[in-house]
């Protein structure tokens, strides 16, 4: 039980990547030398325009969050900027940019909350007689044999986009040069290049992944989709050096004209980069939604359980991802929703006061919550079973508990959910998942990574430094990409500052406590679903 801390000894390199990390809520740039620490950092807050299915943001405002947040750490200080070597980027995935020939955004980018494809998706993936829960069953063995998924029914996904745009927006499809991803965009920016990652194009589900080294598109899943082939952009390795800086960018940053930019990640295959590189190594994610991810070395899919192994940052293996719809912002709906106005409390989810607040509150309360139980299900849930129409709640709620309880039942809520979907997770990967390297925000929080050792029973890693991840795993992607790192070098290079062990004195609790949870979910989806039917649905 409890944590044993340590920390690896840091080796010296001068040298120093900008690493951009774009995100829903805005861009943060840091300074990260190429052993993985972080020097500096800034962030620049960046609008969502939503009305209904819509969910937009401004490519122009990436681009000024990125041009304020880099210029933030390096203005002032020559002697920083003479030692960035390289800019990489991760940034949000499943976002879609339409770009002219001239690079100019025509429009805005559709983010990957945007669900106005839904209608589009369903009419491509069909079948004329039998359906698989909503799909036609060749042309989802097509999908899952050649890319290892799907296109989403939920339309929120790049392919959901484009068939969007084809359908409901002629006009701008048309003068579409080539769809970019948000990481794409910036690249673009960055160099001139138009092209897109072999991650970055996945959930476009037009590629043959099949051959982790080298993702191609496919003709046949282009004409799936209804597109013109010419409209996508080049595929290369995240690993790749684009090019130099183009001078005006340069100039802008005040960087040296030679910096090069390396072709970087989405997200959540730079957050395994900089987490968990080896094979079957796992590692969560807590964020404002969480995963399980782990790279290996075979494409596969778990259909049932809405798993899937997909192509990664790394040459030759892919990214093994179980998602969780909510998790931080579980915390954040109770902050800001129920707590306090939200104008009256910072909504900077990172900052770490948040977390040391709930160390404090939640470590009064015993384990177990004194027998709350929350599901975590505010949008629904996607792993293991897909069912947006899932909710959250507390249950078995009485006079004698306390905000304090509630605080300890929604952490435990998180780790509830993640232990379920470890246990397919855990199939997928073909062995028990050992020791998981904790990420993220929700990673800072002792307690929590606490919680998550006891409900799971598998040992937690917390890293230094876990919210910077991203610019971490951006850092060793350049790194690579340049000839001064290796992805074998990596797991030499990660600071664990603790492990977490399950205390197994808690083991028949929290066992309780999980079966409690999966009924809450087999008796209650019977009316969830007659509360949340869609729009126009009858029961």
Known sequence: MGATRNSTPAHTDERLVLAVDLGTSGCKCALVSLDGVVRAWAFRAVPLHVQGALAEQEPQDWWAALLGSAGEILAGDAGLRRRVVAVCCSAQTEGTVCVDRSGQAIGRALTWLDARGAAAMARRVRGRGLSIEGYGPLKLWRWLRLTGGAPSLSGRDSAGHMAYLRDEEPERYQRTHKFLNVLDYLNLRLTGRFCATQDSTVTSWVTNNRDPYRIRYDAGLIRLLGI????????????????????????????????VVVAGAVDNSAVAVGAAVDDFDTHLYLGTSSWLGAHVPFMKTDVRHKIAAIPSA??????????????????SFLRD???????????????????????????????????????????????????????????????????????????EGVALNTRWMLEPFARLLGRNAGTITAVGGGAQSDVW????????????????????????????????????????DLSHLRRTRAVYEPDRALRRLHDDQFETFKEVRTRLAPLYHRLNQPQGATA
């Open 228 to 259: 013109d082939a010419e409209k996508l952009p080049e595929i290369v390795h995240s690993t790749e050096v684009l090019g130099p800086l183009l001078p005006d960018v340069a100039q802008a940053l005040g960087l040296r004209h030679n910096t």
């Open 337 to 411: 929703r129920i707590l306090y106005h939200p104008d009256e409390l910072a909504s900077d989810e990172e900052h770490p006061a948040v977390y040391e607040v709930l160390n404090r509150i939640a470590a009064r309360v015993p384990p177990g919550a004194r027998g709350l139980i929350y599901t975590p299900w505010l949008l629904g849930e996607r792993t293991p079973v897909d069912d947006p129409r899932l909710r959250a709640g507390l249950l078995n709620m009485s006079l004698e508990h306390t905000r304090e309880d509630i605080f300890r039942a929604f952490l």
């Open 449 to 488: 990574c606490q919680i998550m050792a006891d409900v799971t029973g598998q040992p937690i890693r917390q890293i230094e430094n876990p919210i910077q991840t991203n610019a971490i795993g951006a850092t060793y992607i350049a790194g690579v990409g340049m000839g001064a790192l290796s992805f074998a």
């Open 314 to 331: 790394v040459d030759g293996r892919y990214l093994a991802m179980a998602l969780q719809s909510t998790a931080g912002a579980n915390l």
